[in-house]
Each structure stands twice: as C-alpha cells, then as structure tokens.
C-alpha cells in the first residue's frame, strides 16, 4: 500500500514505543492523521528514570521529546482515555466515552502493568508498585518519609528501588522467592555479582524464601514474613515481582498470542492492517517479550516504516541495562542452557561472557564497561568464535579480538 492510501494511523499507548513510532511516521514522511490514545495525561515519557533519579533527585518528567519537537508531530492525542474495543472489520478503535477512531494502520503500543502476586496487598496503602509517573511521585513523597523499606522482588525494578533508597538513608531487605537476584536474566555468575553489589552497600537480602505474606499493623506499617519469619515492621514496602502484559484487545479480537502479540520482523500482526511495538510485542527472533528501553525505542521505529509499506526488519540482539549504587551494569543477549561463563576482572568493573558450545557469546553482562558491551554487539552480529583464555585475560585488549 503507497502512503496516499495510508491517511488515518491510531496508536493505543503513550509510551516509549508509541512515541518512537510516531516521531518515525514523521520522519518517514506521513502527513496524515496521527492518532494517539493514551491513559495518561503526560506528553510520552521514559521509565527508567522512575525508579532513579525522579526519586533521588526529584527529576521532572523524563520526557521523550522537547516540547516543540513534540508539537511538530501534530499528533491528535486522545487522553487520559483508554480504548476499550477494536472493530477489525470495521476498522474502529472504540474508546471508553464511546467514541469510535477509523483507522487505515493500527499501532498497539500498550506496555505492561505491575504484577501483585496477591491481590490483597493492593489495598495496603503502605504498599507500592512502580510503573507510572504518579505512581514515582507517590514513592518519593512515601520514601522522605520513611526509615525502613521491604522490597518484595529481587529483580531489576526492586533492586534499583533498594539502590535509590539506600542513596536516601534508609534500611532496605530485600526478599526474593528464587534462590538468586534476578534469576530469568542473567547467569549465576552475574547473580553473585549483584548481590556482593547489595550486600557492600548494606541491603540485607533474603533469597529463597518460598512463602511471603504481608500484615498491615494498627499504625499502617506492614510486617512481611518470609517462611514464616516475620521482620520488624517496615514503613514502607515495594512489590517489584514482574509485570502483565496488556494484552486484553488484542487477545479480544483473536489476534495470535505467545507470550506476547506474536509479530514478524516488522511488527506485523496476524491482521495485515494492525501492527504491535514494544512491551506487548513479542521479539521476532527470541520469541520472548522485552521489557527493554531500547527496544521499545528501536523496534517502534522499524514498525514505523513497515507499517508505511517499506520493507523494513527489526533483528537486534536484546539489551537492556540498570543503574544501582552508581555502577552501570549492561546486559546484552539472554541466557540459553548449556552456555558456560568466562570472567574477566578488570579494574574498573568485571564483564561476564558466556559461549556457546562453538564458543560463539551468547550473552555479555558488564559492570561499568560500555566498551566491552560494544564489542559483544559486533561479536554477536558476526557469530563470531572466540578464544575463551584471551576474554579472562585482563592482560589481553579486548580491542584486538574485534
């Protein structure tokens, strides 16, 4: 289809990903409508700064654009809305007040919420999540008030919380029901790592601990116990035990599923006319869903083209990073059995390398390296085989094997 055919593109999410795609529409050069419904009231916005520095620092929102570049993009926003259905045969977005969008191209950009892995811990008000700007601004204002902090989750999300609390002044435990931190995405190696990072800088950490529950005291401060060992009462508690996807529209209208909206390299749905980017989109390649800035980033803009007919292809490997007690840890590719690590300690932070049978990297980890990760992402894109003596040696550039 040429672009005069393509004249109304709605985006649901105001997000990452559907800030990223509407900025590619405009640059790829498409002058018709651009929809976008969003559940919040906010220009889009990044996350990652949420669980930092907005905390911390009291940043102001993380915008995505300037807004001058924003209203450039002559965007026709539809918020705080949601949408509630779609009519693939109409071609409709039905919004909740009623309204009904027509559409040419369909971006679902929807994200993910928090997952509370016991629903009545929503009702304790000393009890958070972290996923909004609302829901930051609640934490800051909760995080000056308090001594003590419980973590629930020691993945990505729960652990920066810790790394800004404890920037704060307060006491934090963290208590994870796996036997390591951060288990889905990283090797034992890295894991150790992490908690040694934790541990040095005073936050106690409770690792497999199967049975968590939470009691609301008479002065609104909450008891967790973990296997049945309760700790002194914390003013203040975070549940950071991963998400659910928003993927109620899309499964209502029967489009395929995994794990996520399942999606070829362009972002393309089971409906030709309807396209899928960032959180809700499955990778093409790993058949995982990425809670990753840049592909949120980098995925949207490939959709953007494809979803303007040009032949376009989205195939990097995952890569995310965290900030946490001032180290930047990078993470590149994700785990695979029967992959071993190599170690290279260095100075300045270790990198984690693990091969494949054919000593191919598979996945790098780095603390404070940004050098290295660079090189892992060539390595990676040239399958190339390495000498795992050269990686552990700190005495050999890692320059040279490029």
């Known amino acids: 289809m040429s672009h005069e055919e393509i004249s109304r593109i709605v985006v649901i999410g105001g997000g990452q990903a559907g800030g990223y795609a509407c900025k590619a529409l405009r640059s790829e050069g498409y002058t018709g409508r651009l929809t976008v419904v969003a559940d919040e009231p906010h220009d889009f916005y990044e996350r990652p700064p949420l669980s930092k520095g907005v905390v911390t620092e009291g940043e102001p929102l993380p915008r995505l654009f300037p807004e001058a570049s ?50 009545a811990w929503g009702e304790i008000p000393a009890v958070m999540t972290l996923r909004s700007w609302e829901d930051a601004q609640r934490l800051k204002g909760s995080l000056d008030e308090s001594r003590r902090l419980g973590v629930i989750g020691g993945g990505w999300i729960g652990l ?14 963290v208590f994870e029901r796996q036997s390591r931190l951060c288990e889905r995405s990283v090797g034992a190696e890295v894991s150790g790592a992490l908690a040694e990072l934790h541990r040095a800088r005073d936050v106690a950490l409770h690792l497999g601990r199967e049975r968590i529950a939470l009691d609301e005291q008479e002065d609104g401060r909450v008891v967790i116990s973990a296997d049945g060992v309760a700790a002194e009462p914390f003013d203040l508690v975070v549940v950071g035990t991963g998400v659910e996807f928003n993927l109620e529209l899309a499964r209502a209208v029967g489009l395929a599923i995994e794990q996520g909206i399942v999606v070829d390299s362009g972002g393309r749905t089971s409906d030709p006319h309807i396209f899928a980017a960032g959180d809700v989109a ?19 803009r490939v959709v953007a083209e494809a979803m303007l007919g040009q032949d376009a292809h989205y195939d990097e490997p995952a890569w995310l990073w965290s900030d946490q007690h001032g180290v930047n840890i990078q993470i590149l590719g994700v785990p695979h059995p029967g992959i071993r690590c190599v170690v290279r300690q260095e100075p300045q932070g270790p990198v984690f390398c693990y091969l494949d049978d054919a000593s191919r990297l598979v996945q790098m980890v780095a603390f404070d390296q940004p050098r290295a990760i660079k090189l892992g992402k060539r390595w990676i894109a040239a399958e190339r085989v390495l000498d795992a003596a050269q990686l552990a040696d700190p005495d050999v550039n890692l320059m040279s094997l490029r």
């Open 282 to 300: 499955q990778h093409p390649q790993l058949g995982l869903c990425l809670q990753s800035w840049a592909y949120a980033q980098n995925q949207a």
């Open 70 to 119: 924003l209203a450039a993009l002559a965007l026709d926003w539809q918020r705080p809305k949601r949408a509630t259905a779609i009519d693939r045969q109409a071609r409709e977005v039905v919004l909740d007040d009623g309204e009904r969008l027509p559409y040419d191209r369909l971006l679902i950009a929807t994200g993910s919420r928090p997952r509370l892995p016991v629903a």
């Open 160 to 173: 920066e919380v810790a790394s800004s609390a404890r920037k704060l002044g307060l006491e934090v435990e």
